[in-house]
């Protein structure tokens, strides 16, 4: 790290860097929100690249139970990371608690500790300590009102992350991780190997219709649940969904080619997406 760089400073380019959808919705904040979700958005990468880029799995282990240390050195005063530097003075301010930050360690930790799924409600855990509780954070700063407002965005998460999950399908089997659920593999008959060796079929393309159309449920149920009285707070949460959920319908145009490639939608695009939501509101 640079000696000259801020925490927010720190923060700031760990966000701009990761090239996220999120970082358009952070545009359209005033600045104390955006500056506390660019923190806690650091954060996440900063947990999330530990399983990413650390090989050896005795030394991500650890590197997690260093951050656990770390969530307990902030709250009692003395962070000692830029990124917890940066969080710590916006958690009074936006009910931000150690077990959001646990959660959010703990599902990086399974994924240190499998890389296959029984069934969907095993992988909804999951999803829900890497995206729903990312979510409920991300509400608070944004804003809210109402307490469904928290179901809501753990619902988002929920749909968010199965997204994700349609995306990297390629890549994660690249790493010898598959998140579909083992069950659904065996319902439309595609064995994991296929996935690993890029073959594409007809029940594969079955088989993500499926994970796909589970995907925009869970975004209609989720918007559902949003409060009217929150939805104008909410706003750069819609924008996310509305970037995610593009990318989602992107995926099905092409007819769920994905296990050879990463599709993505253009910065221009989500930047477009962002301030069409921002107009319209929803």
Not at 54 to 60: E, I, K, N, T
Not at 268 to 277: D, E, P, Q, S
Request: net charge neutral.
């Amino acid at each position: 790290m640079h000696a000259a760089m801020t925490p927010e400073q720190y923060v700031q380019e760990k966000a701009v860097a990761s090239g996220s959808s999120f970082y358009y919705a952070f545009l359209f904040l005033p600045p104390p929100r955006r500056a506390a979700i660019t923190a806690f958005y650091a954060f996440c990468r900063e947990v999330d690249d530990v399983v990413d880029e650390v090989s050896d799995r005795g030394v991500a282990a650890a590197k997690l139970a260093w951050w656990q240390g770390e969530i307990a050195a902030s709250w009692a005063g003395n962070p000692s990371h830029p990124v917890m530097k940066a969080l710590l003075p916006h958690t009074g301010a936006y009910a931000i608690e150690p077990r959001h930050l646990l959660a959010v360690i703990e599902g990086c930790q399974m994924d240190l500790d499998q890389s296959r799924y029984l069934d969907f409600p095993g992988l909804a855990r999951y999803c829900d300590l890497v995206a729903g509780v990312v979510g409920e954070v991300a509400a608070n700063i944004f804003g809210r009102e109402s307490e469904s407002t928290v179901a809501y965005a753990h619902k988002l998460g929920l749909a968010m992350q199965l997204t994700n999950i349609i995306r990297d399908i390629g890549d994660d089997a690249r790493r010898g991780r598959i998140y579909l659920p083992m069950d659904e593999l065996k319902q439309f008959d595609v064995k994991a190997n296929e996935l690993l060796e890029r073959q594409y079929s007809d029940r594969f393309t079955a088989l993500m219709r499926f994970q796909a159309e589970r995907a925009h449920r869970t975004y209609d149920e989720a918007l559902a649940l949003l409060d009217p009285a929150d939805r104008r707070a909410q706003k750069p949460g819609l924008m996310m969904a509305n970037i995610y959920r593009a990318l989602l319908r992107e995926i099905e145009a092409d007819g769920f080619h994905v296990l050879h490639q990463r599709i993505s939608l253009t910065p221009l695009r989500k930047l477009w997406i962002a301030m069409r939501t921002n107009w319209r509101g929803r």
